[in-house]
């Protein structure tokens, strides 16, 4: 029985692909901080390193006599008070992870990277991984800037010699978001009727458990040094919504927010939190992330590693039953007050979120 070693294991992503490769027959080694929220992987048996991702004992306890080594831990925010932590954990941490993975002989590592390290189209027209950044002065957010330079970081070790293969997962939707994440969240406040109106953007929807295959495919089928669009549909923000209320026996939301409003609250809510604490409603850099349509192509990875992905009306199917069976939203549509709070996004003392989705700058949580 082969081992792997699995950094994110606890979050989104992460949680679906050690499921993926336990079914495989892998024995998976994950890593997580002393105290991490370990309710994604209960009982799935997994052998648990404690560390961050900076902790180079326990890197190298994670690596060792591992066939393949997949790097999915990063620090997933819009918006961020310390930006700091966020540059360690996304970019440092994968320099730590993936050269502890090629001193331990690894075969393959996968770094998970994603489309937000690919340039967006400009138009309505979907972009591969030829769509490539200037510089990094030309990316949106230090969300964004983090995972291009983590990239950057990841092909820079390739180029030396290490078995490096890229992953650009588009938008995952399905079970296990225990933060949630960012999209997963737009669902949740939608459930719960907080979302009367949207801004007119695009994404790609991708099931999570198709992402997670995806990652598997490119240890055993990637190319060294080349990264693939993990993919699903291309929608709009309104067919997404629209879907969710079908799914969901609700009514869709009938109110489309001009940019130049959204643009403007934007700036005063995240200038507000800047001020006085708490996190933005609307934070600024996801506003102008959203005057660009987020559509990908995925047909490299198709091609070269077999992958595809099924109906994003599926995954969004999973990810409201997921969600109202964990107590994010009321079942059968009910709405109000009587939504029962999750408590992985509770808030903090000063009102922030947890800062990445195992609660720490340093968590081994995924994207």
Not at 174 to 201: A, C, H, Q, W
Not at 274 to 291: H, I, Q, T, Y
Not at 316 to 323: K, P, V, Y
């Amino acid at each position: 029985m082969d081992t792997v070693f699995l950094t994110g294991a606890t979050g989104f992503v992460g949680a679906n692909l050690a499921r993926n490769l336990l079914a495989k027959g892998f024995r998976v080694r994950a890593l997580a901080r002393p105290g991490a929220d370990l309710r994604n992987v209960e009982g799935l048996g997994l052998e648990v390193v404690k560390g961050d991702l900076l902790d180079r004992a326990a890197l190298r306890a994670g690596c060792a006599g591992a066939r393949y080594v997949f790097h999915v831990a990063a620090d997933y925010r819009i918006w961020v008070r310390r930006p700091a932590e966020m540059y360690a954990a996304n970019v440092e941490g994968t320099t730590s992870v993936l050269a502890a993975a090629g001193a331990a002989g690894a075969e393959r590592i996968v770094h998970c990277s994603s489309v937000a390290a690919i340039r967006p189209p400009r138009d309505l027209t979907p972009v591969d991984e030829g769509s490539v950044y200037p510089s990094v002065d030309q990316v949106v957010g230090h969300y964004k800037k983090s995972k291009f330079l983590a990239e950057a970081a990841a092909m820079g070790l390739a180029a030396k010699g290490l078995p490096v293969v890229v992953v650009n997962p588009s938008t995952p939707i399905g079970p296990f978001d225990i933060k949630p994440t960012p999209t997963g969240e737009v669902i949740v406040n939608f459930l719960n009727r907080r979302m009367p109106s949207y801004v007119d953007t695009g994404l790609n929807l991708v099931d999570v458990r198709d992402v997670a295959e995806g990652h598997y495919l490119a240890a055993v089928k990637g190319r060294v040094g080349e990264r693939y669009i993990l993919g699903g549909e291309n929608l709009t923000l309104g067919r997404i919504l629209g879907l969710v209320a079908e799914l969901a026996g609700m009514r869709p939301p009938s109110f489309k927010t001009p940019y130049a409003l959204a643009y403007l609250f934007g700036m005063v809510d995240t200038a507000r939190c800047r001020v006085f604490g708490g996190e933005p409603v609307a934070p600024l850099d996801a506003v102008r992330m959203a005057k660009c349509y987020m559509w990908y192509d995925s047909s490299k990875a198709a091609g070269e590693l077999g992958f595809s992905a099924g109906p994003a009306r599926r995954a969004l199917a999973d990810a409201i039953e997921w969600f109202r069976s964990h107590g994010y939203a009321p079942a059968g549509g009910r709405t109000g007050p009587g939504a029962v709070p999750h408590r992985a996004a509770a808030p903090s003392a000063k009102g922030e979120r947890p800062r990445s989705e195992d609660g720490g700058p340093l968590a081994a949580a995924d994207r």
